[in-house]
């Protein structure tokens, strides 16, 4: 993964925000606070993997600004180009308490469905799971969307 060459598979990271909103229900007016909540793919924007390599991808919740929420579970889709691809496994990060499970019916076609959740809320940015790839041997790019 430190050969960064136009041979091999480049894997663009991607990221989306959940956006919740504080509101108090009171008889005067009152400003509301946003908190956001951010989920990540990738802890860079890019990777080269050589033909035939492999690659770890985690998947980032970021807690940063999400002033007091925390949270406790988390689904979603993930999908990437599977002529450049092969998935792996998807598996929650070492440590981690939280249930995974994971629907890898389409990941032949490039998509896999999962659902993770906990008793015990994450309270900090980290790595929540890892998704595992196999690249294929011939080069080119692909992006791995959330």
């Known amino acids: 993964m430190t050969h960064a060459r136009t041979v091999g598979t480049r894997i663009a990271g991607s990221s989306r925000a959940c956006r919740a909103g504080l509101a108090a229900c009171l008889l005067w007016p009152a400003s509301v606070v946003a908190q956001q ?14 033909p035939n390599g492999s690659v770890t991808v985690p998947v980032i919740v970021d807690l940063s600004a999400a002033g007091s929420a925390h949270i406790a579970s988390l689904q979603g889709a993930i999908t990437w180009d599977a002529t450049r691809l092969t998935f ?17 019916t389409l990941a032949s076609s490039g998509t896999v469905t999962f659902n993770a959740s906990g008793a015990t809320v994450l309270a900090a940015t980290g790595t929540l799971m890892n998704l595992y790839y196999s690249a294929s041997a011939s080069s080119g790019g692909t992006r791995v969307l959330l």
């Open 37 to 50: 909540i951010g989920v990540q793919v990738g802890a860079t924007s890019s990777v080269a993997v050589v």
């Open 88 to 104: 792996d496994s998807l598996r929650l990060a070492s440590g981690s308490t939280w249930t995974l499970v994971t629907n890898a």
